[in-house]
Each structure stands twice: as C-alpha cells, then as structure tokens.
C-alpha cells in the first residue's frame, strides 16, 4: 500500500472529517493518526465538551443525565464544525442526535469506524469511565447499542471496519476510503 500524506484530492476543499461509531471503536485514537497523515488538526469532541463543563463526561451524566450532556455535546460539535479541514472524533452517542447528524452530514464528510463486539468488549474492558456501561454488562449494552446505532451509524457515506490490528490499519482503510470517495 502506497502511503499517502496528503489530503486525497477527493476530499481537499470538504471541511472536516467526522469519525463516528460505537464506543471503543478507536474513533479518538484513530482520529490522531489519520489528522497526523492528513496533516490536519485533530480534535476529539467528547475532550471539548469536558473543557467547556468543566468536568468529565461521566460527571456530566452523572449529575445532570444523559440529555443535558446530549444538549452540551450538540453546541460543541456544531461550534466545531466552522468549516475548516480537521478531523473530528465524536461521542459514540452524538450521530445518534438528530440534529446533530444532520450538521454533520451536511458540513463534513462523515466516517462510520465500526468493529465486531468481540472486539468493542474487549476495548471497553481496558477503561471504566464509560457512563453508559457503568455497573452493566459491557457485551449486553454494546450488543443492544448497536442493533439501535448501527443502522443510522450506516448513514455515514463511508464505512470503515475496525479489525483486531494496529490502528494504523484503520487509518489506511480511511484513506483509501477518501481516495476513493467522490
């Protein structure tokens, strides 16, 4: 595979690119090495919206529950989305917003990173800050997230399987993908 280091031709002058998918997925991880190849800036959404609060996600929810952290994340993302070419990973839970899919879809060129459970389970296992998996069984909530997620996750114009390798491999896929992509 040739590397390529420079924005492809096909998404050059596109606004951002916006990596949603189901948590553990690599959206964030993924997220900086793709801007690192791209040469784009990177930022991940759910870090600007702990920024903006002044406490964690998992504080957010759990003091104010999931809708006011829905509403925050909302004004962030759209906030971020000002045009300018970058990469943007989002909240697992962001795409799912109507609103805010539609600013998407309509402002960036949207990414669907998505894996097998097996391997979202055995992400999510290396970090407890998840609010949605607090005190659940993570393969039960993951199982029952995604029946509800995937299908709109699918209306993301590009589709990138996320398998049990180096997240380089993700990376790659994506701009092929982009390359590819008109």
């Known amino acids: 595979m040739q590397r390529n280091s420079k924005i492809p031709d096909s998404q050059a002058g596109r606004g951002p690119i916006v990596l949603v998918g189901m948590m553990g997925v690599g959206k964030s991880t993924v997220g900086r090495r793709l801007a690192a190849r791209l040469g784009l800036s990177f930022v991940d959404a759910d870090e600007e919206i702990e920024k903006a609060a002044g406490m964690s996600v998992a504080e957010i929810f759990e003091r104010y529950g999931e809708a006011h952290f829905r509403d925050g994340e909302r004004r962030v993302i759209a906030r971020l989305m000002d045009g300018a070419p970058k990469v943007i990973a989002t909240g697992g839970g962001a ?75 993700a990376v790659e896929r994506i701009m092929e993908q982009l390359t590819a992509w008109h």
């Open 95 to 169: 795409f799912m917003q109507e609103e805010t899919r539609r600013l998407i879809l309509d402002s960036a060129t949207a990414i669907w990173l998505d894996a097998d459970i097996d391997i979202l389970v055995d992400r999510v296992a290396r970090r407890d800050s998840r609010p949605l998996l607090k005190g659940k069984d993570p393969r039960a909530v993951l199982t029952e997230l995604a029946a509800t997620r995937n299908p709109i996750y699918a209306l993301a114009p590009i589709h990138v399987k996320s398998i049990a390798a180096p997240h380089e491999v």
